[in-house]
């Protein structure tokens, strides 16, 4: 029923390629289990643990803690003591492994390929995977051509070559793995925090800070189980650590170097929504609409003209590096920006500029 925890691992790595919207709508419910009359005041997970066949303390513990089993609609820790007539709902935390991947002759962006191996360039609007919604058109199904001529299992790519994700509207680099043994060393680089991955992103507001760090645990919305949420107190969630650094401002968006320490699902734009400072054109944390600027509808229209070149959250995922599974040496690849953001970068530039001149006259 349960994910193995390496392989929760792995698959938490950074922004998951399903959507907010996509989440809800891929989940499907295992069972339903309302507490009867009588039964003793028992932990959540304990009680489970003799309810679900092969489930383990562990299991129960994880997906409790990622949102799959809610108590009464909304999410629970796995101390809390059941009680008559609580709504118990486990949902399937199975990625959609069993589903047949269908290879299609896609256009990919390779940056780099050997036996072990492969760094894609991913284009924004891109799922990373097959799932609801979502059978067609992935990188998993472009990726299952590709490779169909070589001794790569590519109805395993989900645990094969996915060592890690980023979302469906961020642009940039992904690495594959092409072996088993190329799969668990690179997983381990990840689990371990050593892999080097960093995101240029253009956020709402002025940064009061040239640089920092963002630390606040990241779980599933307490009450919308759909999205993310940060926890800065620590109680709730998982350990999330990001490094940011200002390039430019433009008054009213910065741009942004983000390094991720940690990868958890959307980290990057859960955290900067939690410092108030969402992504721009984020569509579920709160960047699609004007967050900083001025009443003037030239204004409102300048950012409308922006929201249509870039309709998605700014974020590109630009350097990735780490150590090559077979040779041992250090590989760095960088990519560049796509257009759509880098229109609007400039856009925001010369208005930021024009507002300079017009103070200074």
Known sequence: MLQDDDIESVWDDD??????TDMGAALKEITRITVDKGQAATRIDKFLVNRIEGATRNKIQQALDEGFITLNGGITKANYKIRQGDEIVVYDSRRTDSTEVI??????????????????????????????????????????????????????????????????????????????????????????HTVYRRYIALAWGDM????????????????????????????????????????????????????????????????????GHPLFGDTTYGG???????????????????????????????????THPLSGEWMQFNSNLPADMLEVIDKWRNYSLQNVKKLRE
């Open 103 to 192: 290879p299609e002759k896609l256009d990919l962006d390779i940056v780099y390929e050997d036996e072990a191996l492969m760094i894609i360039n991913k284009k924004a609007g891109m799922v990373v995977h097959p799932g609801c919604g979502n059978y067609t058109g992935t990188l998993v199904n472009g990726l299952a051509y590709y490779l169909q001529s070589e001794q790569v299992d590519t109805q395993n790519l989900y645990r094969v070559g996915l060592v890690h994700r980023i979302d469906k509207d961020t642009s940039g680099l992904v690495v594959i793995a092409k072996t088993d043994a190329a799969m668990t060393n690179l997983a381990a680089q990840f689990k371990k």
């Open 15 to 20: 922004e998951p390629e399903a959507e907010a």
């Open 208 to 275: 009061p800070q040239d640089d920092g760090t963002i630390i606040a645990h990241i779980g599933r919305n307490l009450r919308y189980r759909k999205i993310m949420d940060a926890y800065p107190d620590g109680d709730y969630g998982k350990e999330a650590i990001t490094h940011y650094k200002v390039l430019e401002r433009f008054h009213y968006c910065t741009l942004m170097e983000l390094r991720l320490e940690t990868g958890r699902t959307h980290q990057i734009r859960v955290h900067m929504k939690y410092k």
């Open 288 to 322: 699609d609409t004007i967050v900083k600027g001025t009443v003037y509808s030239k204004y409102k229209q300048f950012v409308e003209n922006c929201f249509n070149i870039l309709p998605r959250h700014a974020l590109h995922a630009k350097e990735l590096g780490f």
